[in-house]
């Protein structure tokens, strides 16, 4: 089946250094998603995309949806400890239905 | 607005026992969706409900397990009888089902132990 290859699968990193993860995927996309699950709690929406080279900001947050509609990218400014978590991609394909294709997950960790 | 909640937020149970987990959506939302999570395979869609019917259920592993949504505000998982890989987080998530916004917003989870 469609699958979305996140990565890195993981990352350790000072506090105050800006971090940047991936997912891309073989087929077309219509909407990108990015989310944080903390331990315990349930995957948090962080940003949706929704148009082809669309670039959205929430706070120290950015995200694009890549030009080919294939990979999208989120990056974290200026990193805090309460940025540690897993970070989640999920597209919703071009066509398909309701459905939500996942990534794998970059678990994130901030040494203070 | 509350946010989508699930009960319970743990259930440990023996093996063969039956397990019921709920999910009340988010008002106003009309798609709602059951999600496994675990080490091993990570996120999987179990069902999703459209308008309280069932639209997609490809992703349920076995008979053992159902789903039920009567009502708009309210939605059933029951595994029966339940057995040791059963053991995970299952999530409920619930979207607005309309036009073409995808997002989804989680419940807490329920953390599963069949033992």
């Known amino acids: 089946g469609q699958q979305l290859n996140q990565s890195p699968q993981s990352m350790f990193i000072q506090e105050g250094e800006d971090v940047s993860m991936n997912c891309t995927s073989s087929s077309i996309f219509n909407t990108w998603l990015w989310y944080k699950q903390e331990p315990g709690e349930g995957p948090v929406l962080l940003i949706a995309?929704?148009?082809?080279?669309e670039l959205t900001s929430n706070g120290r947050l950015t995200a694009q949806f890549g030009i080919t509609r294939k990979d999208s990218f989120l990056n974290i400014s200026a990193s805090i400890p309460s940025d540690v978590g897993i970070y989640f991609c999920a597209g919703q394909r071009k066509g398909g239905s309701e459905k939500l294709v996942f990534g794998k997950g970059t678990k994130l960790t901030v040494n203070p | 607005d509350a946010g989508v909640i699930q009960s319970p937020r743990h259930e440990v149970t023996e093996m063969g026992q039956e397990v019921t987990l709920r999910c009340k959506p988010i008002?106003?939302?009309?798609?709602l969706f059951w999600y496994r999570q675990t080490m091993m395979r990570g996120l999987e869609l179990l069902i999703y409900f459209n308008n309280n019917v069932p639209i997609d259920d490809s992703g349920m592993p076995e008979d053992r397990f159902s789903a039920k949504m009567p009502n708009a505000s309210f939605s059933t998982l029951k595994i029966q009888p339940s057995e040791p890989r059963d053991s995970a987080v299952y999530f409920c998530a619930s979207s607005l089902g309309q036009g073409d916004i995808y997002e989804q917003y989680f419940g807490p989870g329920t953390r599963l132990t069949v033992t």
């Open positions: 995309l929704y148009k082809a080279g």
């Open positions: 008002s106003g939302h009309n798609s």
